[in-house]
């Protein structure tokens, strides 16, 4: 299945409706105490880097089994947003437009 950011991809389809797909994620709490001193020196927290790229990954597939499962051949127009549930926790939600094409 195509997954694109943009609207206009080469060929013509149908709309057939929004669909989405979300996960809420969290890390481990020793990792997040490791986090919390990282946080005092700066730099990078690989860990909610890795949790945020998994969440996307979860997202993604959900939003495009919804697609898949009311006959879309591609999902256009795809956003991502995000927002804090609790303190180190987070959901990610991807987002589009499912299409058929002609």
Same mark, same amino acid.
């Given at each position: 299945? =195509?997954?694109? #950011?943009? +609207? &206009? @991809?080469?060929?013509?389809?149908?709309?057939?409706? @929004?669909?989405?797909?979300?996960?809420?994620? #969290?890390? &481990?709490? *020793?990792?997040?105490?490791?986090?919390?001193?990282? &946080? =005092?020196?700066?730099?990078? =927290?690989?860990?909610?880097?890795?949790?945020?790229?998994? /969440?996307?990954?979860?997202?993604?597939?959900?939003?495009?089994?919804?697609?898949?499962?009311?006959? !879309?051949?591609?999902?256009?127009?795809?956003?991502? !947003?995000?927002? /804090? @549930? !609790?303190?180190?926790?987070? +959901?990610?939600?991807?987002?589009?437009?499912?299409?058929? *094409?002609?």
């Amino acid at each position: 299945m =195509l997954i694109s #950011t943009v +609207e &206009n @991809i080469g060929r013509d389809y149908e709309v057939i409706g @929004i669909v989405k797909g979300s996960t809420v994620q #969290t890390v &481990n709490a *020793f990792k997040d105490i490791g986090a919390g001193f990282k &946080n =005092l020196v700066g730099g990078e =927290l690989k860990r909610y880097t890795e949790m945020m790229d998994e /969440a996307r990954r979860i997202a993604t597939e959900r939003m495009e089994g919804e697609a898949q499962a009311i006959g !879309a051949d591609a999902v256009v127009c795809v956003r991502y !947003a995000s927002s /804090a @549930i !609790a303190q180190s926790a987070a +959901e990610v939600m991807a987002y589009g437009t499912a299409v058929r *094409f002609k």
